[in-house]
Every structure is written in C-alpha cells, then in structure tokens.
C-alpha cells in the first residue's frame, strides 16, 4: 500500500487514487499507542513513572474492548452473506431472500405478501416485493427517525420511529408513491437510549409497544420502562406493564392470547450476569418486571435492589443468556415446519458485545408447556459467529403465510429464508 | 481568517460537486482538519488515525443527512460508496494528532480518571483512548471539539449512529464532562 508523507500533497493524492481498498470488516484497526521507550540510562529496577496525563489511570479494563458493535452502513452484496454458514436441524434449507436492505431489522407481511422491513441506525423502511418470482427491494420510505418499529394490520401499515407512530393505509396498493404516514400518538420521551421501538398488535384490536428506560441502569421516569397499548387510532393510552428494561421483540400467544415478551438486561454488572430473559405478561396492568430493583427474577441490583424482594416482581419464564440481547420473536404459526414447531417461540438472539466470549447471535427456539411455560429452549439456526466475532447479527423473524420464515441481519443488511422439506417460494 | 479562507474553498469545490472526483476532493477536507492530521479550527475534529471504519458511518451519515452538519452534509453529497470507503481509508492513514504542550493540570486528570474507569470510556475506546473498529480514537482530539460532542450527547442532540454514547453520558453533570474533555483532548 503506498505510504506517503503527510506534508506532501501530490503524494498523498496518488495514495488516494491507488489505494487498494480493504473490504469491511477488515479495516485498519489501529495499533495501540506504544508506552515511550525507556531511556537508554535508567536503571532496569526502576520503573519510570508514566506521564501525566496517565497518572491515575486504571489498568482494569486495558484490552478489553467491549463496545458496541457497529454495523457497516453500506449493505453486503449478495455473494458475500454468509448463507453458507449459518446451519439448521436437518431438512430445513436456507437462502437468501433479499440483499440490500442496510440495517435490516423488524419484519412484518402483508396481505398481499409484501415483506416491510424496518431499521434502527437507517432512516429506512423497506418493501420487499415479488415479482414474477424476481424479488425487488423497495425504499418506500427515508428520512424516518429509528424507524425500527413496524406492524400490519387489515391494509394498514404501522410504523413505530423513535418518539411518534404513524400509519399508512392502503400501502401495498401504493408501493411505488406510498403516501405520507399520518402520525397517530406521539406523546412519546426522546430519549436516544433505547428509544426505538418494536410494535405489535394485539388480539384485542390494539397496538403494544414499549417505551424503554433512558439509561443502562437508573430510576426510571414514571413514563419510562413499560409497555402501553393504544387503539388503532392512537385513542385510549395505557400502561399495561411496568418494571421493563427495554424490549424489542414481542407476539401474543396464539392459544393463550397472552403477550410474550424478549427483555434485554442492564450491563456491565459483571460478564456472566444477569441473564437476558424471557417474559409473559399475565395481568395486564399489575404485572411489575422488575428492572431497576431486581434482574433476572432473582438478583437483586447492587444500587437500587435494596430494600427490595425479588419475589414482588413478576418471574421471567425462562433466561435467554447473559447479555445474549434477544430481540424479535415470533410464535410459530404456520404448518410448514415438523409438527413439533408448532406454537413453540422462535427467538432472534441478536447476541452479546458486553462480553469478552460472544454468546447468541442465533435463532432459538422455547417449545412450551399445555399452561404455556417454557418446556426447553434450543438452538434453532446457529452459525452467525466465528472466532469470536460476528459474521451477522439476527434482529427479528416472521413466519410468512406459506409457513417458512424469515430472518433479518442487520449487520448485513439481508433477509434470509428458511424454508423446510421441498417446499418452494410461493408464486415460483 | 485562515478558517474563513478554507470554508470558502470548501464551499466553492462542494457547490461544483458533480463533476469532481476524490482526489479533488480530499485536500477541500484537510485545509479544514489539517493536512497532518491536526485540526487548527475550532471545534472541527482532528481527524488523523481516526479508525476507518469509524469515519466511512460517519461519512455515510453525513451523505445521507442523517447526521446534519454543516458544511460537511453538504461535502458529502454526490460520493459514491466506494468513494466513502476510500476516504476512510486515506483518513485512517493521516498521522495521529498531538496533544497540546502545555504543563497539565493534575488535579484535573486526577478527578477525571475515576470518571473515565466508572463510565467505562476506556473499556470501548481503549486506556490511551486509540479507539477501534467502529469506536472512534479520541486521543488527542480538540478539546473544545470534545466537550461539544459530549454536550451534544447529553442533550440527545446528537444521537449518533446507534444510542451508545447518549446512554453513556447520562448520568454525567456538565462539569464532570469539562473534565473528561480535558483528560482525553491530553492523552497520547
């Protein structure tokens, strides 16, 4: 790679032209600052006293490296999504469905089959859309803030940004001039922390989302960490749960027609704990989660956690994995997948970045008890890390009318299909 | 006046965008944040060893006018994405900038420390602040450029790409911010 002198424009110029570009991730990491040599003089025993600006620094957290992982904002291409590599129990096939959607994260299916795919670091929301057996990526809509939230129902699209929901009527019949969205509730905080919103509509005609706590770990305002509901109209606002951290993946059981719920604990408490959980909201309006007192159903927060019980806070119904961030989940509807898949939770565990060993980045699966507890929780769809970093990260799933499913990364920017015996893209 | 002369050349080279290529375009971005790497504006970033990765979502955000800044939302129009990828690349080579030299207020490093270990600062930006990946190096920087950020990130006023540094910032008053922009613009 050709060097050049920083003084020197015309060389710096041609480094600029003939520059072989190095390919995400593979970029320059930069190498750490090299402590200053000794001096040739000092004696070996004494050690030399580090410069000022580093008097007092701790040693506790050098090389560890644990932040949050960004994805490229430029999706990968097709030929590069790592389809090969992701792995499922035996006779279930996976493919690409659609490249090209940067930060692909909520997924929801309309009626006429339109695949609507949201975002969080993008401004996106997408349409997938079929034609003649041709998949085509739609941007129908930009400029949208943390557009992560979506659902559908009767004709109508639902869109949940940071601090406002929207919806479009008739969308699948405007995919190519979609009409502005019309804001339906925005008495909504704009906290940037985890200010994004996953949005479902109930069986009870009515639209859930949650509203997150504005931190890692604080006393949260009376307006945050909960999930409200609303009518289609925005009319008619509750609170129907509190004592929630952030959640960005729920459904309603199909049997039960209870709501479930993915929540991702507070960090930094330590790399094994707490657990991320999974969570059932059995009395709406009284059910109390937890967060900040108590995580996990049974660590009580070394800040905030005294005198308090864990036992006055609803129990989650199963752990997830420490730091492992599940997301999006969906109960398995369809008949397309083996008999024993039936209503059981697939899981999207986006995985884990406070951590020094990378934990979920896979789909899972919870196969329930008749009175809906979880009877066992498996790996589903694995394969997204290797060598400890990621080479995808999933964000939600969707079961499709024909009964495969789909499986957002946004860390690639893809949509992947996972489909089971012979079965083949409907409208092929 | 150097800074009036080089947003004029800025301006002139961004409103003539089109048929420009990168290499026009390159040194239009160093007269502003220094050709070594070193910024001599106020509260324009040092650049230099900023991690690739870093700078191509920044770019990117610029270009899509999700990060509203200008004049650099402006710059940014009409890049391709291999043109983004490659000024990150040239970006990530420019030296790394030097601290100011000047004698250093210990009490201030001393308070600031403890804050930089709570808040888990150097945890993603690494104890000499060098910074990886997609977390920027900060080491160095400016630190009237620093405190702005920090203070932007407080008031959700700059979300950033993802939410990381608005949580992170939280729980931080004013003057505890005025001190870590002090430690890290001293780091080397």
Redesign the interface.
């Known amino acids: 790679m050709t060097r050049?002198a920083?003084?020197r424009?015309g060389l710096?110029?041609a480094?600029?032209?003939t520059?072989a570009?190095?390919v995400?991730?593979a970029?320059?990491?930069?190498?750490?600052?090299q402590p200053p040599a000794p001096a040739a003089t000092a004696p070996a025993a004494a050690p030399q006293a580090p410069?000022?600006?580093?008097?007092?620094?701790?040693?506790?957290?050098?090389g560890?490296?644990?932040?949050?992982?960004?994805p490229?904002?430029?999706p990968t291409v097709a030929d590069k999504l790592p389809v090969e590599k992701l792995k499922a129990p035996k006779g279930f096939k996976i493919e690409v469905y659609a490249a090209g959607v940067g930060n692909a994260r909520s997924l929801r299916q309309g009626d006429k089959g339109t695949v609507f795919v949201g975002s969080?670091?993008?401004?996106k929301v997408y349409a997938i859309v079929d034609k003649g057996g041709k998949r085509e990526v739609k941007t129908i809509y930009?400029?949208l803030y943390r557009p992560n939230g979506l659902a559908f129902k009767d004709g109508t699209l639902y869109i949940g940004e940071l601090s406002k929901i929207s919806k479009v009527e008739k969308i699948e019949d405007n995919l190519d001039n979609p009409p502005k969205p019309v804001v339906i509730y925005d008495d909504l905080p704009?906290?940037?922390?985890?200010?994004?919103k996953f949005l479902t509509i109930g069986p009870d005609n009515k639209l859930y989302f949650q509203v997150g706590a504005?931190?890692?770990i604080?006393m949260p305002p009376p307006t945050h960490a909960q999930i409200r509901r609303i009518n289609l109209d925005g009319s008619g606002a509750e609170v129907v749960a509190r004592g929630i951290r952030q959640i960005v993946g729920m459904d309603f059981s199909p049997t039960s027609k209870q709501l479930y719920f993915t929540e991702n604990s507070r960090d930094?408490l330590s790399e094994d704990i707490p657990e991320d959980k999974l969570n059932r909201l059995a009395q709406p309006g009284k059910d109390n989660f937890g967060y900040p007192y108590c995580h996990q159903g049974n660590i009580p927060d070394q800040e905030f956690g005294w005198g308090h019980s864990c036992d006055e806070f609803t129990k989650p119904l199963a752990l997830l994995g420490p730091h492992s961030a599940p997301l999006g989940m969906r109960f398995y509807t369809g008949t397309m997948f083996p008999s024993e898949y039936r209503n059981a939770i697939f899981i999207a565990r986006h995985g884990s970045w406070n951590r020094s060993k990378k934990v979920g980045g896979d789909i899972v699966v919870a196969k329930l008890n008749k009175d809906g507890t979880v009877k066992s929780i498996e790996p589903f769809l694995t394969g997204f890390i290797e060598n400890n970093n990621y080479v995808g990260r999933p964000a939600d799933v969707v079961v499709l009318k024909d009964g495969s499913m789909l499986i957002s990364d946004d860390f690639n920017g893809a949509v992947y299909r996972v489909s089971y015996g012979t079965a083949r893209i409907a409208g092929h | 006046m150097r800074r009036l002369l080089a947003v004029i050349v800025l301006l002139a080279a961004t409103f003539s965008a089109p048929a420009e290529n990168?290499?026009d375009r390159?040194?239009t971005c160093?007269s502003c944040h220094g050709?070594?790497?070193q910024s001599n504006n106020a509260e324009t970033p040092s650049l230099g060893?900023e991690?690739?990765?870093y700078v191509?979502?920044q770019l990117?955000?610029f270009r899509?006018?999700?990060r509203r800044v200008e004049p650099m939302t402006q710059a940014a129009q009409g890049l391709s994405?291999?043109d983004?990828?490659?000024?990150?690349?040239?970006i990530?080579?420019?030296?790394?900038p030097k601290?100011p030299a000047e004698p250093?207020d210990?009490a201030r490093?001393?308070r600031a420390?403890?804050l930089?270990?709570k808040h888990?600062c150097?945890?993603?930006?690494?104890?000499?602040f060098?910074?990886?990946?997609?977390?920027p190096?900060l080491?160095a920087q400016r630190e009237d450029y620093l405190l702005k950020a920090l203070r932007e990130y407080k008031a959700?006023t700059r979300?950033?790409?993802?939410?990381?540094m608005?949580?992170v910032v939280?729980?931080l008053n004013d003057a505890e911010l005025v001190d870590l922009a002090y430690?890290i613009a001293?780091?080397?």
């Not at chain 1, 969080?120 to 401004?123: E, Q, S």
């Not at chain 2, 990530?92 to 790394?96: C, G, S, T, V």
């Open positions: 050049y920083p003084t424009r710096l110029l480094g600029t032209i520059a570009m190095a995400w991730p970029v320059a990491q930069q190498p750490a600052a410069p000022t600006w580093a008097q007092g620094r701790p040693d506790t957290a050098i560890a490296q644990l932040a949050p992982i960004a490229p904002p430029i969080r670091l993008l401004d930009s400029g704009k906290d940037e922390p985890h200010g994004w504005p931190c890692n604080c930094w | 990168l290499a390159t040194p160093l050709e070594d790497g060893a991690p690739a990765a191509l979502i990117y955000l899509e006018k999700q994405d291999d983004l990828r490659q000024l990150s690349e040239v990530a080579r420019l030296p790394a601290p250093l210990a490093i001393e420390w403890p930089a270990r888990h150097i945890f993603c930006h690494n104890s000499d060098s910074g990886h990946d997609n977390v190096r080491a959700n979300p950033g790409y993802d939410a990381s608005a949580e939280q729980p430690l001293h780091a080397q």
